[in-house]
């Protein structure tokens, strides 16, 4: 078909005078680009959808169906809630504080009210796509990353606490990461100049450690809920956790592959190496159960693909498929570790395993992707002279491991002093914790005077 | 008048109620329950949390007889409940002091 249109093209090219050949090339040229700037945008506002998806109803679903009856609706909101709150934070201000250039750290004020953010594309980013598909694309990741954590402080958190903790949050640690990974001049950033070239295609660091060790600093200061470990707090619906951890999955396909920006070959490496991350990790965890409870359970199976997509979360757009499996078995069964036998070892009260699973995993996962990143994946880093750079270790390139180190460990620090200092605040301005009839009564009643479920209705 | 308050596994419900159709017993109140007697539970395990659970589902049923077919009524009862192993429930018989149908007003033996 192309060689007829090229041959008919050519004999009627032939047969004209130069200007109009000129302009003919030229309104092609334009048709082609036009073309793959519409399979972008339509890709990149479908990613935008699947990641939007995994917060409501995939994070809502999964979380609340391991909290007790009493407390489904109150962490429902605590994952609802953000799709509201994060949207306006991210017109606001969001944007413009990852995305527009100014400090290593932080960006200026360029975009703040969306300013200039219009259709036009930013080439920094995403030179095919409107600049605004690229904007709803990010605010997606900005309004998980505080629900995850949720999962620390689950049944016993003050919603008015909530709402400032979040908006805190979103502006002292996950803005600043953001840009220092993500953003045009930050500290971290391999594609645009950072200091320390941190590979994380999708959000190791900047969603899943920053979330994930913000979890665990928010359990160590709230405290445990009242009556763990005596008092048997079991999942009241594991059958909702399985409905939000399959959308969990569905929705990461927007999360990873939509990180190539492009309805390109590199989305279609991400979305395999996602893909298979998941099925591996859920095997990883599942294996070590039946090996050492002897039954493999479901809460295993889907707490193990959850691990397995956090890990593969920085590594996605980087690493081959075989890699990818190699790496979802293994994050099943640190996360596996991390989860039941370091967590009550420790004796704290992680009520969803968000530290266990995203900041472990997510901690994994950066590392790693030192390891198994390979230009054979992805040649998008070249040097000055236009020649392909090596990725990780398997490229000849061990000190990329050094490199996801320190991003790493920027994100570790950043999660625990921020988050300490904004629990302070929040503690001051509205209390964090529920009182405890108000904790015993549960959320839904206490906060959101509803109850989820009224079978005599 | 008297008030039979059966406890049974829930599997054997639908060969209760069939047998107490079978000898115009149609008139009773099930509701599920937790409970155990000298039956052990089972352990379950949720991400590393072990949690034995001992109160095990069972299904109660309450009937209200006459007391000529009070005999007849339990032991239909509790063939028809029968397993032979434990955990088969038991079965509990009150002295009912009134009973009344609310759409007429009927009392006694002839509400039942």
């Not at chain 1, 250039?101 to 969306?114: A, K, N, T, W």
Request: glycine share 12%; with cysteine.
């Amino acid at each position: 078909m192309k060689l007829w249109t090229l041959f008919v093209f050519s004999a009627a090219a032939m047969a004209q005078t130069p200007q109009s050949v000129d302009a003919k090339l030229a309104a092609l040229d334009t048709a082609v680009k036009a073309a793959q700037s519409a399979g972008d945008n339509a890709w990149m506002l479908t990613s935008a959808a699947l990641v939007l998806l995994m917060t409501g109803p995939g994070l809502a679903l999964f979380y609340s169906g391991l909290v007790r009856r009493k407390n489904v609706l109150g962490t429902m909101m605590h994952s609802f809630i953000l799709m509201a709150i994060i949207t306006v934070l991210w017109a606001l201000v969001g944007y413009s504080l990852v995305f527009a250039e100014g400090s290593p750290f932080i960006g200026d004020l360029r975009y703040v009210f969306l300013r200039g953010v219009g259709l036009a594309p930013n080439p920094d980013y995403a030179a095919t796509i409107p600049q605004q598909t690229y904007m709803v694309y990010q605010l997606m990741f900005a309004i998980i990353t505080p629900g995850l954590i949720a999962g620390a402080f689950a049944e016993r958190m003050k919603f008015s606490g909530m709402v400032l903790f979040t908006i805190l949050w979103a502006l002292i640690v996950y803005f600043p990461m953001a840009h220092m990974v993500w953003g045009k001049g930050g500290l971290l950033n391999a594609a645009l100049g950072g200091k320390f070239p941190c590979l994380d295609f999708a959000g190791g660091t900047v969603v899943h450690i920053t979330s994930g060790v913000s979890a665990l600093v928010c359990a160590l200061y709230l405290g445990k809920r009242q009556g763990y470990p005596q008092e048997p707090m079991k999942p009241h619906s594991l059958v909702l956790s399985v409905i939000g951890a399959c959308l969990l999955w569905f929705g990461w396909f927007g999360f990873n592959a939509g990180s190539a920006v492009a309805a390109s070959g590199l989305a279609t490496s991400a979305f395999v190496a996602t893909h298979f991350g998941a099925a591996a990790a859920a095997l990883g965890w599942i294996f070590m159960e039946w090996i050492r409870n002897g039954k493999p359970s479901v809460l295993g199976g889907i707490s193990g693909c959850v691990a397995g997509l956090v890990a593969i979360t920085p590594a996605s757009g980087f690493v081959e498929p075989f890699p990818a499996l190699l790496i979802g078995f293994l994050a099943g069964i640190v996360c596996y570790f991390m989860v039941t036998m370091v967590k009550s070892k420790f004796g704290y009260d992680d009520s969803l395993d968000a530290f266990g699973v995203h900041g472990a995993g997510g901690t994994f996962g950066a590392i790693i992707t030192g390891v198994f990143a390979t230009n054979a994946i992805n040649d998008s880093f070249k040097d000055s002279a236009g020649k392909t750079l090596p990725l990780g270790w398997v490229d000849g390139n061990p000190g990329q491991v050094i490199n996801q180190l320190i991003g790493t460990v920027i994100a570790w620090v950043l999660a625990i002093v921020g988050t300490l200092i904004i629990l302070k605040v929040c503690d001051a301005i509205t209390g964090l914790r529920v009182d405890k009839d108000a904790e015993i009564e549960g959320l839904d009643l206490s906060q959101h005077g509803e109850e989820g479920y009224f079978f005599e209705a | 008048m008297k008030k039979i308050e059966a406890i049974i596994q829930p599997f054997k419900l639908e060969p209760v109620k069939e047998a107490l159709k079978n000898i115009g017993i149609d008139g009773m109140t099930i509701t599920e329950v937790r409970g155990h007697g000298r039956q052990k539970g089972h352990k379950e395990v949720y991400r590393g949390q072990e949690y034995n659970v001992d109160l095990l589902p069972k299904m109660k049923i309450e009937l209200v007889v006459t007391d000529a077919r009070l005999n007849e009524t339990v032991k239909t009862l509790t063939e028809a409940a029968r397993t032979g192993k434990i955990g088969d429930g038991k079965v509990f018989v009150y002295d009912v002091a009134e009973a009344i149908r609310i759409r007429n007003d009927d009392r006694g033996e002839a509400a039942l």
